[in-house]
Nanobody, 121 residues
């Protein structure tokens, strides 16, 4: 059983930056971040393969967000820069039992509790 614990959410002004962390207990493979805005469905943000060599970003965050992994700490990070009000959402970390990059939420077996990110204009 894998447990994921997110941290690093908060409130920032547009143009600001935040770094989210997701600490995992247990073996993880592909890791991803999703987000859910109020009244909307949970959507894909970014994913990293098990090796970290392959990543895939949603168009809405490409060039502004960066995923990275610290294998020694079994932690994945989401560096978010040039934040926009439309980035406001609860951000969820997810882990899969498969090594490849995965964009569909159904492929992820484990989920964190979520962390709120609020961007004001």
């Amino acid at each position: 059983q894998v447990q994921l614990v997110e941290s690093g959410g908060g409130s920032v002004q547009a143009g600001g930056s935040l770094r989210l962390s997701c600490a995992a207990s247990g073996r993880t493979y592909s890791m991803g971040w999703f987000r859910q805005a109020p009244g909307k469905e949970r959507v894909f943000v970014v994913a990293s393969s098990w090796s970290g060599r392959n990543t895939y970003y949603a168009d809405s965050v490409e060039g502004r967000f960066t995923i990275s992994r610290d294998y020694a700490k079994n932690t994945v990070y989401l560096q978010m820069s040039n934040l926009k009000p439309e980035d406001t959402a609860v951000y969820y970390c997810a882990a899969s039992n498969r090594p490849t990059v995965l964009t569909a939420a159904v492929n992820y077996a484990y989920w964190g509790q979520g962390t709120q990110v609020t961007v004001s204009s």
